[in-house]
């Protein structure tokens, strides 16, 4: 095998591994899958305390008058 021929198929080789290596870190394991569940779940939870903080105020404004 000549050197250039080792170049082209080490660097062929480097390609190869780095687009399997890009595929893999796109996908989810369920350890990421739960963590973004659970941030969901906050930022619903976040929403609906803010709503009952509103409809609370407002209750309250109108039992003043």
Same mark, same amino acid.
């Given at each position: %095998? $000549?050197r250039d021929?080792? !170049? $082209?198929? =080490?660097?062929?080789? /480097?390609? *190869? @591994?780095? =687009?399997?290596? /890009?595929?893999?870190? #796109? &996908?989810?394991?369920?350890?990421? +899958? *739960?963590?973004e569940n659970?941030? &969901?779940? %906050?930022?619903?939870?976040? &929403? =609906?305390?803010e709503e %009952?903080? #509103?409809? @609370? !105020? +407002?209750? *309250? #404004?109108?039992?003043?008058?």
């Open positions: %095998m $000549t021929m080792r !170049k $082209t198929l =080490g660097l062929a080789l /480097l390609i *190869a @591994l780095l =687009g399997a290596g /890009l595929a893999a870190c #796109e &996908e989810q394991g369920p350890a990421e +899958q *739960a963590g659970i941030d &969901e779940s %906050m930022e619903e939870m976040g &929403e =609906g305390m %009952m903080g #509103e409809e @609370l !105020k +407002q209750a *309250a #404004e109108d039992a003043q008058n």
